[in-house]
T-cell receptor, first 112, second 114 residues
Framework: GENVEQHPSTLSVQEGDSAVIKCTYS??????FPWYKQELGKGPQLIID?????GEKKDQRIAVTLNKTAKHFSLHITETQPEDSAVYFC???????????FGTGTKLQVIP | ETGVTQTPRHLVMGMTNKKSLKCEQH?????MYWYKQSAKKPLELMFV???????ENNSVPSRFSPECPNSSHLFLHLHTLQPEDSALYLC?????????????FGQGTRLTVV
């Protein structure tokens, strides 16, 4: 089955700096890679996703890159703000969420 | 507000109790899921319903029993739980497509078994 590894488990950055979270996956059949943000007391919410036919996707301060050959994908947050503080999860799947594998999460703290 | 509503938000139950968690979505999705979220562990998929039929049961103990009466509602019936079952239980829904789509999560039920 799929195995997703996520690093780092915790990350502290100064407000305004960039944050990078990395994930690797094992199943070459995985073709959809979402990133979820989970704030305290809430469920995870999608912030960005990328499909296997694309190498990079950007949405304002958030970007995701995918290297299919190396089987890794990364989340980049620029100009971090205190409200970016949360736990971030990566995931890899092909088709429906019955085949999804989530990473273990990264707790991001943005220090004002 | 994600469009997926879970009740109750918090639940404390004894090991001999029977309780049910409820999930509701009106997003028109064709699949619903129960996940267990424990500290320092990846999200664990418990049950999947696609078009109201259960498609996967990841060897979850029988003290957890799901029910999906229609495409908008999902229940998780709990009985004779153990303290290690204490966790955040998340419901999610998605429109299953071959290329993958976003899953919408509820806010979860924080379950404590005493």
């Amino acid at each position: 089955g799929e195995n997703v590894e996520q690093h780092p488990s915790t990350l502290s950055v100064q407000e305004g700096d960039s944050a990078v979270i990395k994930c690797t996956y094992s199943d070459s059949a995985s073709n959809y890679f979402p990133w979820y943000k989970q704030e305290l007391g809430k469920g995870p919410q999608l912030i960005i996703d990328i499909r296997s036919n694309v190498g990079e996707k950007k949405d304002q301060r958030i970007a995701v890159t995918l290297n299919k050959t190396a089987k890794h994908f990364s989340l980049h947050i620029t100009e971090t703000q205190p409200e970016d503080s949360a736990v971030y999860f990566c995931a890899a799947l092909s088709g429906g969420y019955q085949k999804v594998t989530f990473g273990t999460g990264t707790k991001l703290q943005v220090i004002p | 507000e994600t469009g997926v509503t879970q009740t109750p938000r918090h639940l404390v139950m004894g090991m001999t109790n029977k309780k049910s968690l409820k999930c509701e979505q009106h997003l028109g999705h064709n699949a619903m899921y129960w996940y267990k979220q424990s500290a320092k562990k990846p999200l664990e998929l418990m049950f999947v319903y696609s078009l109201e039929e259960r498609v996967e049961n990841n060897s979850v103990p029988s003290r957890f029993s799901p029910e999906c009466p229609n495409s908008s509602h999902l229940f998780l019936h709990l009985h004779t739980l153990q303290p290690e079952d204490s966790a955040l239980y998340l419901c999610a829904s998605s429109q299953d497509l071959p290329g993958g789509t976003e899953a919408f999560f509820g806010q979860g039920t924080r379950l404590t078994v005493v």
